[in-house]
């Protein structure tokens, strides 16, 4: 286990830890600190499948006595067979207005009372590069520095693990700009100064590289095994390394780590496989359709591209991950929840945990997605069982927005994976409460119902995917079914949306 510690001034500092809180008979050396600087101690040796206690005790020089900090847990590798619980949450975006710190802090201890043994965070975290030209390793440092305030208030408990976003400016793009002068040496060389990740040893897999300019392991893809599941964690930036905004084939993880990820899923013999990255093809929109193209899913229009494009390569990301049995993508990048499945397995949006309009990822980019999509802010937490994984969203509110239907830490939606799940087809969908009953694709007009009426009206809107306002009716309070005329619509592909007390749902439907 790697700790990080940052104090504001020189101290001395060691680690008590054990496997029970009242008996510490671990400790590390007894360390001096540089102020301002983190302290990473690795407390070792220790048991797999074991929760351990510890915490931090520290004095000033010169001072007569310790002080101690308080008593912290974790727990490390879980055996074949075990149940626990992880959390995930991206796109936290504090250094701009979409992110509220207020908000933040909640989701955060919402994921405090998981019990989680980790927290797997999609990035968008640390930087901006809305301005890479002027921004300095100052600037950079302190947006790294910021989130050691709110992530340490539970990552004591919770360890942290970073995948990287497209806001974290570390592109292959960026690298190459007037070296080491740029956004993406400063991000690495601050993100890894104030947050560990997985370097490869005996436990972790990941990037063996060694990049110049101080930064050495770049710590950016890695993966392990946990109870029955691997967790692999990639990055789609690294290696893009033509344009400031890569298109098409230019979206790469390269040879590399394309080779590594085949290698990881290929002799993994763990009976879930979960894989995470900011957004599979680094920008654009959405989950399934995007990953039918490219260097991910190997199509290009109606071509199929991929050896043309990958010659030796094998086969597209999408397809390897279908064929070694991955059960979840998770992706963030869009700011909303959402949830597909193509070829069996799920591709998962993850909502930002800071949003307090709620509504910034279902407004922008549910157009993007062919099912299940979902507005508020929240973290997933995920459990893993023999054979059987559960998704939770695990909503969020504000105080103030908790006084009518939605409560803070309620499960806006749930479903499991694996042997425990139930057939699709008999799965209910408790997340929206409308459905369409006119054939999809439809002509003409569209019936919407609900199983229950309200007391209040429901709002129902058309949008086309340019985000135009096309059709709009209202359910009356009583009501259990409304008919909407869609004559005089281009044929194409429209977003019915759903404004009431349950909350803001959407779902796509064909015109011809």
């Avoid at 990740?197 to 710590?219: A, C, H, K, L, R």
Wanted: net charge negative; proline share 5%.
């Amino acid at each position: 286990m790697t700790i990080s510690v940052l104090f504001s001034q020189v101290v001395q500092v060691y680690f008590e830890g054990g496997t029970s809180a009242s008996n510490l008979s671990l400790t590390t050396p007894i360390t001096t600190s540089t102020a301002d600087t983190p302290l990473v101690v690795e407390f070792q040796p220790l048991t797999a499948n074991t929760r351990y206690y510890y915490r931090t005790v520290y004095k000033t020089p010169g001072a007569a006595n310790f002080k101690y900090g308080p008593i912290r847990t974790f727990h490390t590798q879980r055996a074949p067979g075990s149940c626990f619980t992880f959390t995930v949450e991206a796109d936290e975006h504090l250094y701009d207005k979409k992110g509220i710190r207020s908000l933040y802090q909640i989701c955060l201890q919402n994921q405090a009372q998981d019990s989680a043994d980790f927290m797997l965070s999609l990035g968008d975290t640390f930087g901006d590069d809305h301005t890479p030209e002027t921004t300095t390793s100052e600037d950079m440092k302190a947006l790294h520095l910021d989130y050691r305030q709110y992530l340490g208030a539970v990552c004591h408990s919770m360890p942290f693990f970073f995948c990287l976003g497209n806001h974290e400016g570390e592109s292959g793009y960026w690298l190459d700009q007037t070296p080491p002068n740029n956004i993406a040496v400063y991000g690495t060389n601050w993100r890894k100064f104030y947050y560990p990740n997985p370097v490869p040893n005996d436990f972790y897999s990941g990037n063996t590289t060694i990049e110049p300019f101080g930064i050495g392991q770049p710590e950016n893809y890695y993966a392990f095994t946990w109870g029955d599941a691997l967790f692999v964690v990639l990055d789609v930036y690294r290696d893009c390394d033509v344009d400031e905004k890569p298109q098409k084939w230019d979206w790469t993880l390269g040879k590399t780590q394309y080779d590594w990820l085949k290698k990881t899923l290929e002799t993994s013999n763990a009976a879930q496989k979960f894989v995470f990255a900011h957004h599979n093809r680094g920008q654009g929109r959405g989950g399934a359709i995007p990953a039918t193209g490219f260097e991910w899913g190997g199509m290009d229009g109606n071509q199929y591209k991929f050896d043309e494009f990958r010659p030796g390569w094998g086969l597209p990301i999408h397809q390897l991950m279908v064929a070694n049995g991955v059960n979840i993508f998770f992706q963030g990048h869009d700011h909303l929840y959402a949830k597909e499945i193509m070829d069996g397995l799920v591709y998962q949006e993850v909502p930002m945990p800071s949003d307090t309009s709620y509504q910034i990822g279902v407004l922008a980019n549910a157009d993007a997605y062919t099912d299940l999509t979902l507005d508020g802010s929240g973290h997933l937490r995920v459990t893993v069982e023999p054979g059987c994984t559960t998704v939770d969203y695990v909503a969020t509110y504000l105080p103030e927005d908790t006084l009518g239907v939605h409560k803070n830490r309620e499960i806006r939606y749930s479903y499991k994976v694996g042997n425990c799940a139930v057939p699709t087809e008999e799965q209910p969908d408790k997340a929206r409460p409308f459905f369409i009953t006119t054939p999809n694709p439809t002509t003409g007009n569209l019936t919407l119902k609900t199983s229950e009426a309200a007391n209040t009206e429901r709002k129902i809107e058309v949008f086309d995917l340019q985000g135009r306002l096309v059709r709009e009716t209202i359910m009356a309070a009583g009501e259990t079914s409304v008919l909407m005329d869609l004559s005089g619509l281009v044929s194409g592909i429209f977003v019915v949306r759903w404004a009431g007390l349950e909350g803001v749902f959407a779902q796509k439907i064909i015109v011809h």
